[in-house]
């Protein structure tokens, strides 16, 4: 399988210098592929493996194209084609979309080494070294071990707006070398969780545990402020570029804490449990461009199950989705369907007389949707008999401090005792700057 890990990078003044220069020169290259792809007439253009032999030909015309890894510039020619790639899907779907332009400076913050260029060292704690050719070595915050098993395929170097430096790896982990998943009929309700995408509170689990959403009310005033701010600089002065970094910023570390905390309650979940189970939201509206609360939601949790996807693999563990439609008004012990308006947090059964909180019933059935995904029957020892008390009180509060991960992706180790896994976790401090994943 491929991922990616991300880690902030700290280059020496002269190394930003000439990360700077051959990012500029890469710029140069794709737009010059732009140019040829558009205006030249040659029997080398139309796909990146062709284009690629033009390269030394542009080398003997322009020099500057021999000062940057000869790998790196056939990877941004290739980059030119994944966006022309990218558009004609967008177009096929119905999407008004024009052409490639060129980058400008701004627009153009990245370049990517392929296959070789570059060398990972000095892997020790929480640092390590990445050499890349032609330009030096880039001290990094290796808060992340890469697995042995993984093949580093490439590098990506990149600068944020706010003038921050990031590199990623991108990673292929052969699945022979991944850890096997539990035996499907190993499963059952001890070891197995339906997770409900709640509205109050993050995610409710069909064992009784509730992680609640993180505060991110501090970072949306202080966007607001830094916002209002910018609308009243003069756009294109010195003091507008200056506060423009300020709201990227601020954007920035929301998404990053977002991301981080996903993280979080993904790995803890993966680890805990032999199968995780949770609804389907389906592709619908995933093109949609709106930015209502409903659909920034809707992006968060396509977030949290892509990750929980893509760890569903490296960590050994099920992860189905289930069809989502009347989770909540189904009674999970007897099946009967009762309409309930969005303020009733209670599911009261007026069939059976089940009661119990309102999410921790949607959740109950999401896994009982999951083992009947899997094929499984609804085992005798349901959480809705035994583990699950109607009283709430029982209904334990998982602060993220709690489930913050033990270990690194390195050691692919499954706590499966949960009370082992709570323990460890809570004596854990938080590692900062979690923010990697599968699609960046
Ligand atoms: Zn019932």
Redesign the pocket.
């Known amino acids: 399988m491929e991922y990616s890990h991300r880690y902030p990078a700290y280059p020496t003044q002269q190394v930003v210098g000439e990360l700077e220069r051959h990012i500029d020169i890469h710029r140069q290259a794709y737009n010059y592929t732009l140019y040829e792809y558009e205006h030249v007439d040659a029997d080398n253009i139309g796909s990146a493996y062709k284009h690629h032999y033009r390269l030394p030909d542009w080398k003997d015309e322009f020099p500057v194209f021999s000062e940057v890894n000869s790998k790196a510039l056939q990877r941004t020619v290739t980059r030119f084609y994944q966006n022309l790639d990218g558009l004609s899907k967008q177009k096929q779907n119905g999407r008004n979309v024009g052409k490639l332009k060129w980058k400008s400076p701004r627009e153009f913050q990245s370049m990517t080494f392929s296959q070789s260029g570059f060398e990972l060292k000095n892997t020790s704690g929480r640092r390590a070294t990445l050499w890349l050719s032609k330009i030096g070595d880039i001290k990094i915050r290796y808060h992340r071990e890469i697995p042995d098993a993984a093949d580093i395929k490439e590098v990506t170097v990149k600068k944020e707006t706010t003038g921050e430096w990031f590199v990623s790896f991108g990673l292929e982990t052969d699945d022979a070398d991944l850890p096997e998943k539990p035996a499907v009929d190993s499963l059952d309700a001890s070891n197995s969780v339906g997770i409900d995408l709640g509205i109050l509170s993050y995610i409710h689990t069909s064992d009784g545990q509730t992680v609640d959403w993180i505060d991110l009310e501090d970072e949306r005033e202080r966007l607001q402020r830094e916002q209002r701010k910018l609308s009243r600089k003069e756009e294109g002065s010195n003091n507008y570029e200056k506060q423009r970094r300020e709201v990227a910023e601020v954007n920035r570390h929301i998404r990053r804490k977002v991301l981080d905390y996903q993280h979080k309650i993904t790995t803890w979940l993966v680890r805990k449990y032999d199968a995780v189970f949770v609804e389907d939201l389906g592709v619908k509206g995933m093109l949609e461009q709106s930015h209502n609360a409903r659909n920034k939601q809707d992006a968060a949790w396509r977030q949290f199950i892509t990750l929980l996807d893509y760890k569903a693999n490296l960590y050994g563990c099920h992860v189905v989705q289930v069809k989502p439609a009347g989770t909540t008004k189904e ?1 999970a ?4 369907k009762t309409a309930k308006p969005i303020w009733v947090r209670e599911h009261s ?1 007026p ?4 009661e119990t909180d309102r999410d921790a019933n949607a959740a109950m059935n999401v896994l009982k949707r999951g083992f009947s995904e899997l094929g499984l029957g609804w085992p005798e020892d349901t959480p809705v008999e035994t583990a699950l008390p109607t009283d709430t009180d029982d209904v334990r509060e998982v602060s993220a401090k709690r489930v913050v991960e033990t270990g690194s992706l390195g050691v692919v180790r499954k706590t499966k005792s949960s009370a082992m896994t709570r323990r460890s976790a809570s004596r854990t401090t938080c590692p900062r700057g979690d923010s990697h994943g599968p699609h960046e």
């Open positions: 009674c012990k007897c099946g009967v059964c069939s059976c007389g089940f």
